[in-house]
């Protein structure tokens, strides 16, 4: 598929290693964007933190009830906090041509950021993302707060 795709979601760290992640707002809205995104036929990234020598484990198998079956799912493993250059290589490997990106998950302050930072800086796109779907190390309006000078004043960045 070489088309230019609207938007592709990125879920990011929704790992039951992070107790951030199991946050039940954050989960309900997570699972919000799923369905809104496999009712457009639109890709859906989860991106999942790895160590070989920690078992940090896989995204939470609520979140993967709903993607298992859906064929525009694409697990990517990443080592650091930025999975920017591993949904690039996902869309690279995939023939996706991506206009916008509505990114979710936790920690707004770590891995959230540095993703948003490499698709908005180094790739140029477009990102939204999504506040009630993300959230922080300590809460969702602390990690926004503490990071409210990237999260406002990036280019081609959008917090709804």
């Known amino acids: 598929m070489n088309d230019m795709i609207k938007d ?4 990011v760290d929704m790992q039951g290693y ?9 989960i309900k809205n ?10 457009k036929n639109l890709p859906i990234i989860v991106l999942e933190y790895y160590y070989p020598t920690e078992n940090l484990g896989h995204t ?8 298992d079956d859906y064929y525009f799912t694409r697990y990517v493993r990443k080592s650091d906090d930025d999975g920017g250059r591993e949904v ?18 936790v920690n707004l302050g770590a891995c959230v950021r540095e ?14 993302v999504v506040k009630k779907a993300c959230n922080g190390f300590s809460s969702r309006r602390d990690a926004f707060n503490r990071n409210k000078d990237f999260y406002t004043n990036t280019p081609n960045l959008a917090v709804v």
């Open 60 to 67: 939470l198998p609520c979140l993967t009830k709903l993607l």
């Open 30 to 39: 997570v699972k919000s964007l799923i369905r809104e995104f496999r009712e």
């Open 115 to 128: 993703t948003v930072w490499t698709l908005t800086y180094t790739y140029h796109k477009h990102i939204k």
């Open 8 to 11: 592709a979601l990125v879920i």
């Open 18 to 26: 992070f107790s951030t992640a199991k946050d039940k707002a954050t």
């Open 88 to 105: 690039i290589k996902c869309l690279r490997d995939n023939g996706w041509e991506i206009k916008n990106f509505t990114v979710c998950g």
